[in-house]
């Protein structure tokens, strides 16, 4: 598996249930960030949740990271239909280098 | 404020043609980052620019490929002798990245380029 990997691949609920998304890396990290990304275009920035923080709230997103287990979680709580996009965490090397590492994504898909 | 811009948003060109995509960052912003996507995949880091001088460039999968920026500004990625694998949506990012720590990446629209 590749670092940044996100799990469902895929998920469709409700409008109104909550969607959680995990995402699972393998290499220690200073950062992990969180995109939304719609028709396969722009990326949208979510959050940012840094390697001392174990939780960050934005609105009706909530992200946990677990550095133990090298995994992060996106809670999106009473879904929307415009909230239906592709997720993506996208983590660094923990070195301070730039670039950053994708995993192919969670397609969510909202029902209304 | 603006963001991140790019172009063209689409570009279609033959097989063993050059191309050159446009990445206007976001004013003042000292990092540039250049990503691929092809298709159902995930982004793949090309090359990272802190001011005009380019770090990292270990993502650029050919000497094919290649990119400059200037002014600390606009960075182009020039593409020689285009093959069909390099098919895919082209990202720029740019971030406000200190000397001691990296700050959140923003993304432009991305640029489709599609190699007949």
């Known amino acids: 598996s590749q670092q940044g990997e996100e799990d469902p691949q895929a998920l469709s609920i409700q409008e109104g249930e909550n969607a959680t998304m995990n995402c699972s890396y393998k290499t220690s990290i200073n950062n992990l960030q969180w995109y939304r990304q719609n028709s396969g275009r722009g990326l949208v920035h979510l959050i940012l949740?840094?390697?001392?923080?174990r939780e960050k709230h934005s609105g009706r997103l909530r992200v946990t990271l677990d550095t133990s287990k090298k995994s992060s979680s996106l809670l999106i709580t009473a879904s929307r239909a415009a909230d239906t996009a592709s997720y993506f965490c996208?983590?660094?090397?923990?070195?301070?280098?730039?670039?950053?590492?994708f995993g192919t994504g969670t397609r969510l898909t909202i029902i209304p | 404020g603006a963001g991140v811009s790019q172009s063209p948003s689409n570009k279609v060109t033959e097989k063993g043609k050059d191309v050159e995509l446009r990445c206007d960052p976001i004013?003042?912003?000292?990092?540039l980052y250049w990503y691929r996507q092809r298709l159902g995949q995930g982004l793949e880091f090309l090359i990272y620019?802190?001011?005009?001088?380019?770090?990292?460039k270990s993502g650029l999968p050919s000497d094919r490929f290649s990119a400059e920026r200037t002014g600390e500004s606009v960075s182009t990625l020039t593409i020689q002798r285009t093959q069909q694998e390099d098919s895919a949506v082209y990202l720029c990012a740019s971030s406000n990245r200190t000397f001691f720590r990296a700050d959140t990446q923003y993304f432009g629209p991305g640029t489709r380029l599609t190699v007949l």
């Open positions: 996208a983590t660094d090397d923990g070195f301070g280098n730039e670039k950053l590492t």
């Open positions: 620019f802190q001011g005009n001088s380019a770090p990292d």
């Open positions: 004013s003042g912003h000292t990092a």
């Open positions: 949740i840094r390697s001392n923080e």
